[in-house]
């Protein structure tokens, strides 16, 4: 199956800092790739997602960059403000082919601490 | 207001007893999900469904058990013989595609915890 490898585990910046959280995956069907940002106690809640015929993708501060061949994708959170404090899941998913039915498979999470 | 509900939001569970975790969703999709989530770690998959009457097992489906009667509704029971039930449980729900994921939604989630 899907196996999902996010790096780091902690990250801690200075306000107004860009922050980078790099995920890789094994299975090269999978072509759907979100992100989801948790705060402590809270559902998460998807801040960005990217599918497989694309290289990039950036919707205001947040940029998302997948390279198919290496089978890594990552998060660029740039002027980072306190308010993007919390952890940051990377996901994929293949879609329902081969019978893996949609399933998302989540990365371990990386907290992000952004310093005023 | 389209979305997704999880009742209750703390739950406390006595020894050997079932206990049942309420997910509904207004926003007409097709697949619900149940994860679990421990304290650093990610999401691990329970079970899903894609449709009425149909569900399957995810990567950690002993000692869970679900039902999928209503397409609103996809509860989670979690049974005596999971004896590590502690963690908060979150419920998803995306569209169904033939090739592609979908984002999935998530509820607020509830804290099961043993007496």
């Known amino acids: 199956g899907e196996n999902v490898e996010q790096h780091p585990s902690t990250l801690s910046v200075q306000e107004g800092d860009s922050a980078v959280i790099k995920c890789t995956y094994s299975d090269s069907a999978s072509n759907y790739f979100p992100w989801y940002k948790q705060e402590l106690g809270k559902r998460p809640q998807l801040i960005i997602d990217i599918r497989s015929n694309v290289g990039e993708k950036k919707d205001q501060r947040i940029a998302v960059t997948l390279n198919k061949t290496a089978k890594h994708f990552s998060l660029h959170i740039t002027e980072t403000q306190p308010e993007d404090s919390a952890v940051y899941f990377c996901?994929?998913?293949?879609?329902?082919?081969?019978?893996?039915?949609?399933?998302?498979?989540f990365g371990k999470g990386t907290l992000l601490t952004v310093n005023p | 207001d389209g979305g997704i509900t999880q009742s209750p939001k703390y739950l406390f569970r006595k020894e050997g007893q079932n206990v049942t975790l309420s997910c509904e969703q207004n926003?007409?999709?097709?697949?619900m999900y149940w994860y679990r989530q421990d304290p650093g770690q990610g999401l691990r998959l329970i079970y899903y469904s894609q449709i009425v009457n149909d569900f399957q097992k995810g990567d950690i489906a002993e000692g869970y058990s679900v039902s999928r009667e209503k397409k609103e509704s996809f509860p989670l029971t979690v049974t005596s013989a999971q004896k590590n039930p502690t963690a908060f449980y979150l419920c998803a729900s995306s569209i169904w595609t033939v090739r592609e994921g979908q984002p999935q939604h998530f509820g607020d989630g509830t804290r099961l915890s043993i007496l």
């Open positions: 996901a994929a998913s293949r879609g329902n082919s081969g019978g893996s039915n949609y399933k998302l498979t």
């Open positions: 926003l007409n999709h097709d697949a």
